[in-house]
């Protein structure tokens, strides 16, 4: 899969999405040892002057992992890395990684992909796309994994006792991910009925990455689950637009069912899939209390959610995401002085202005580190 942009006359434009991306970057030179570590480090420091404290590597193979443990002392922010489920073997190489932080760093479990971008039309769909010249009529996008191949890779993370994230943007992915989850939890209640004890189905908290097109009939099976939506709520803004050109004005409201997933009692975080967009989580904020579009147009006015609860995805959420919310997440006697001093109080603020708020200090275990 993946998306090559391309010029009327059909030549290369340099734009690229996805595999296509993937591919062509693998072939690149790749930079010094040196040169990498100050890239990455360099990088840290985005986040940190987001006022981020934990930052996720979210698709860890050999190369990646080679350059974090070589810059694990140095980082100043907690990485949690998950590993592509392909390379399985370099989670079980590193198993000291998964039992907790090691430095900075850890090892939260693995990662697969099911599908592409709705931007880019390779989101698998359940109903067709928009027309548009060159794809058929009942285009629907396309999935990468098969059934068994979703179900192993559930197993292998269940096994392990290891998290499991799913990049799923259409409703098509988001259904074949449910679905494998639904099965596993079946053949988990069977093996309970054959002997006492074995794990409660839910507790594994799988996450949904992206669920941008998360049908409203999938989210009572996803709650039934224990399965944590990703929401890239900042979608609205940057690619809304063309969402709206992709699937019509009623489905392209739908993305991001964030509004609909706190009326169900779903707890979901908020991300920016950088370096897709920078890790801004102000503007991110702003998006799932406004959701305008590039054009001013609000896209799902139903779907907006209260500052308050925005807040929470990005804050105590996310620390219920990565099993950490003993440690993190709220500001409470005992856990991790992990703070953002903000130049507004985004409750106090209106909310078309939250994305003005700056990040003035960022602070990590009780020490300023920005």
Not at 75 to 82: E, I, K, P, Q, S
Not at 156 to 177: F, I, P, T, V, W
Request: glycine letters at 10%; aromatic letters at 8%.
């Amino acid at each position: 899969g993946g998306v090559i942009g391309r010029n009327p006359d059909g030549t290369p434009n340099g734009y690229l999405e996805e595999a296509a991306f993937t591919q062509i970057t693998a072939r690149a030179p790749r930079p010094g040892a040196d040169q990498a570590v100050q890239s990455l480090l360099a990088a840290e420091r985005i986040y940190l002057r987001n006022g981020i404290t934990p930052i996720q590597e979210g698709l860890t193979r050999a190369p990646e992992w080679a350059l974090l443990t070589a810059v694990r002392e140095k980082l100043t922010a907690d990485v949690v890395a998950y590993v592509d489920i392909a390379c399985a073997g370099l989670l079980h190489e590193n198993a000291s990684y998964a039992a907790g932080y090691r430095g900075r760093l850890r090892i939260g479990g693995y990662k697969l992909f099911l599908d592409g971008s709705p931007q880019g039309r390779t989101a698998w769909m359940r109903a067709p796309y928009e027309p548009q010249e060159g794809q058929p009529a009942d285009y629907r996008g396309y999935g990468t994994m098969t059934d068994e191949a979703v179900r192993d890779a559930i197993r292998k993370a269940r096994e392990s006792k290891m998290q499991l994230l799913a990049h799923c943007n259409g409703d098509g992915a988001c259904g074949q991910y449910l679905d494998c989850w639904e099965q596993a939890a079946e053949e988990e209640r069977t093996e309970r009925e054959k002997r006492a004890g074995g794990r409660t189905p839910g507790n594994d908290r799988p996450v949904m990455i992206h669920a941008q097109l998360l049908g409203l009939d999938q989210l009572a099976r996803l709650k039934a689950l224990g399965m944590i939506p990703s929401f890239f709520l900042a979608h609205v803004y940057h690619w809304g637009e063309d969402h709206v050109r992709n699937f019509g004005w009623e489905r392209a409201s739908r993305i991001s069912p964030a509004g609909s997933a706190l009326a169900l009692g779903i707890p979901f975080t908020l991300h920016q899939d950088s370096p897709v967009i920078r890790p801004d989580m102000l503007e991110t904020l702003w998006c799932a209390v406004n959701r305008l579009t590039r054009d001013g147009r609000i896209l799902g006015k139903e779907e907006r959610i209260p500052v308050w609860d925005a807040l929470r995805a990005v804050t105590a959420n996310g620390a219920w995401q990565y099993f950490e919310e003993e440690e993190k997440g709220t500001i409470s006697p005992g856990k991790r002085a992990d703070f953002a001093l903000l130049s507004a109080d985004p409750l106090k603020t209106p909310p078309e202005n939250l994305r003005d708020i700056r990040v003035l200090a960022t602070v990590k275990d009780g020490e300023r580190i920005w």
